[in-house]
């Protein structure tokens, strides 16, 4: 099994930036791709980046430009900084990892980003 800690959600006003973290333990050996969720309240979770070991990285439409995903090394931690921030961004964002997108896949427990106007 795969445990995941996300951390660095807080408060922002539209405009600025957050960091998020996410660090892996457990059977971390076979993680091929992690990456970032998030859920807005009456919403379904929806992909906001991920990253494949190889480097391949993959964005929404309506983070790209803003958001980057980084890390994905032999320690299997993921960063997320998000730029230009915007409250349609408030959300709980959620850690993933997996073997694949579909495979194998593990959850944090999430960390709230709340972006006021």
């Known amino acids: 099994q795969v445990q995941l800690v996300e951390s660095g959600g807080g408060l922002v006003q539209a405009g600025g930036s957050l960091r998020l973290s996410c660090a892996a333990s457990?059977?971390?050996?076979?993680?091929?791709?992690m990456g970032w969720y998030r859920q807005a309240p009456g919403k379904q979770r929806e992909l906001v980046a991920t990253?494949?070991?190889?480097?391949?990285?993959n964005y929404a439409d309506s983070v790209q430009g803003r958001f980057t995903i980084a890390g994905m090394n032999g320690a299997k931690m993921v960063y997320l900084q998000m730029n230009s921030l915007k409250p349609e961004d408030t959300a709980v964002y959620y850690c993933?990892?997996?073997?694949?997108?579909?495979?194998?896949?593990?959850w944090g427990q999430g960390t709230q980003v709340t972006v006021s106007s």
């Open positions: 993933m990892s997996g073997t694949t997108l579909t495979q194998n896949v593990n």
């Open positions: 990253k494949t070991i190889g480097g391949t990285t």
């Open positions: 457990g059977r971390i050996f076979a993680i091929t791709v």
